[in-house]
């Protein structure tokens, strides 16, 4: 078979050690790669209900088929392990151009598995891995620790075409459950926790480097199935769109649509949207679109700040979910102090949509009399301060840093916090996007939008909002089909241009697979009935599967609700499509 290297590494950071082993052809035809290797390799390795920060949690990476090609929308790498915030299965993927680093290093996978005694930076190279010691390094922030390991253990002799850098911040290091792994300086594996993984393991940053490349079934038609996708790309609408805005331009269909979630998802409607829109930061900031390596898209915000107290600031961004997150829910309504928010987040390594959540609900907290902390919504200083707190685990800092199930616990809140599995949801309301809710409930690793975009199809018209009956046997063919994107692995926003035939076109002209959409589907089913034996086996129930209470009250400006009777009929309708129990 073919566009899979068939090698996996193993790297004891404990001994540091490692050893090279073969991947079976058989795991390929039935997990395909990325997502569904990494569920197999972290059933296979991992011991059962091991507590995520035990050495013995695996921490596995992997890359593609796609990797090394010039399959657009492929520049990408999935991570995968136990989640220190769920306790559930963990995945996160990234982009930019370190992906292609890791991809050239040679291998399908990368497992590492123990502790360091001390602080290490990791270089993978093809065939050897490096331990260098990063004592100097331990507390830096994640730009300038990327920076300091190009700069001391790059690629000097230049015998390596690609390299490319991961590290963590000191939130993880601190042991903040949501702690992410930043490459690039903008781009994140940023929810679930996995930096804090890497951290617990003492790798303050890992180095991939290499010239290795996939051998593929037939370069011809691979060819001609990347320049048919261009020639799609041409003047298409969604390109268009994620050119002039990103993904900013959500703001103002969330709120037009009044599921805009705000004042700690409490409304749909953010009365000074305009501030926090596409339209404010593309006036007030200079805004360059770009994008990964091998995309068309350019959803990417290049910014400067040009007025304020953060006047001369440069970032890659904010994306939607972060100003759904800070401007939204805490009620920030000036798109500066939004993306001083990104930029915060970023450089102490915490996921900004689970970070802008604590944050409000924090705020709800003090609001109710449950803590003692001077902040209101929309109040930056006191926000501001509150996120170091929590990078610090300081305070109402430390609570938070567990995530919101344990706060809404230890505060008596569990009637209003909003999560599921405790992951909080992205920024889009499931009391009017009802399918949503649905997404976010049966989603694998807690409240995620990206496994099924469902969102997507119910603005489209495809699954009105409010009709429920068919909303799961659709909502399964968006999740089945995106589960093959992360099989490759692809970016979302690709969606629109590889239906079901067009990945059976590029999986052979890859692998040599023959595929098709049943064949296709049958793999997804595979791989979801992997992820779901090993949530099970950490305790998973049908209840982990149910949205949280707070997302079952009404938003107090529309009066929009999800009742439980209007949930129950989705999730019964899901599993018994899925074969699964009650």
């Not at 949280?548 to 019964?572: I, N, P, Q, R, V």
Request: charged share 25%; aromatic share 10%.
């Amino acid at each position: 078979m073919k566009g899979f290297y068939g090698k996996l590494l193993l790297i004891d950071i404990t001994k540091q050690l490692f050893e090279e082993k073969t991947i079976e052809e058989e795991v390929f035809e039935q997990f395909l790669g990325v997502k569904g290797l990494g569920a197999y390799l972290l059933n296979k390795y991992n011991p059962p209900k091991v507590p995520p920060l035990d050495p013995a949690n695996n921490l596995i990476f992997c890359t593609g088929p796609t990797g090394g090609s010039k399959v657009w929308g492929a520049s990408r790498y999935g991570v995968f392990t136990k989640s220190p915030l769920t306790g559930f299965f963990s995945e996160s993927y990234s982009g930019g151009k370190v992906p292609e680093a890791i991809d050239a290093a040679g291998y399908d996978a990368v497992i590492i598995h123990g502790q360091s005694k001390t602080p290490v930076v990791l270089s993978i190279e093809p065939g050897h891995v490096v331990f260098n010691n990063a004592e100097a390094l331990w507390g830096k922030d994640t730009f300038e620790t990327e920076a300091r390991i190009k700069a001391e253990y790059g690629n000097k002799d230049k015998s390596f075409n690609k390299s490319g850098v991961l590290a963590i911040g000191p939130a993880a290091e601190n042991g903040v459950c949501f702690g992410i792994i930043q490459n690039d300086n903008w781009h994140c594996a940023g929810r679930t926790g996995a930096g804090t993984i890497m951290a617990s393991k003492k790798i303050k940053g890992i180095l991939f480097q290499g010239s290795q490349k996939r051998e593929y079934h037939d370069e011809k038609a691979l060819k001609s199935f990347v320049k048919h996708i261009a020639d799609m790309g041409k003047d298409h609408p969604a390109v268009n769109a994620y050119k002039s805005m990103g993904t900013s331009q959500m703001v103002k269909v969330l709120n037009s649509k009044k599921a805009f979630p705000t004042q700690y998802w409490s409304k749909g409607y953010f009365e000074k949207w305009e501030n926090i829109s596409a339209e404010a930061l593309h006036t007030q900031c200079d805004v360059t679109p770009t994008g990964c390596s091998k995309c068309f898209m350019s959803c990417g915000r290049q910014t400067t700040i040009l007025k304020g107290r953060h006047k001369g600031m440069t970032l890659e961004g904010p994306e939607y979910e972060t100003i759904y997150a800070f401007g939204g829910l805490c009620m920030v309504d000036t798109i500066e102090e939004i993306a001083f928010f990104h930029v915060l987040c970023d450089r102490l390594g915490m996921d900004t949509i689970t970070a802008g959540n604590l944050c409000a609900f924090a705020i709800e907290a003090s609001k109710r009399g449950k803590i003692n902390l001077d902040i209101d919504y929309g109040d930056v200083e006191a926000i501001e301060k509150l996120i170091h707190m929590i990078a610090e685990r300081q305070g109402p800092g430390d609570v938070l840093a567990h995530g919101i199930k344990h706060a809404a616990k230890e505060w008596g809140l569990e009637d209003i916090a909003v999560h599921v599995k405790g992951l909080e949801p992205a920024g889009y309301d499931p009391r009017v996007f009802k399918g949503m809710g649905l997404a976010y409930g049966v989603s694998d690793r807690g409240a995620c939008h990206l496994r099924t975009t469902f969102y997507k199809p119910e603005l489209a018209g495809m699954s009105p909002m409010d009709i429920l009956k068919g909303k799961a046997e659709l909502l399964i063919d968006f999740e089945d089909r995106l589960t093959i994107f992360d099989t490759m692995v692809l970016c979302r926003f690709f969606r629109d241009f590889y239906t079901w035939e067009e990945l059976a076109v590029m999986i052979h002209s890859l692998t040599g697979l023959k595929s098709d959409k049943a064949s296709l589907r049958e793999k997804a089913g595979n791989i979801a009935k992997e992820i779901r034996k090993f949530n099970i086996q950490e305790g998973l129930t049908s209840d982990d599967d149910r949205l949280s209470k707070g997302l079952f009250t009404k938003l107090s400006d529309t009066g929009a609700k999800l009742s439980h009777e209007e949930y129950e009929f989705m999730l019964a309708e899901y599993y018994e499509i899925r074969g699964w129990v009650l």
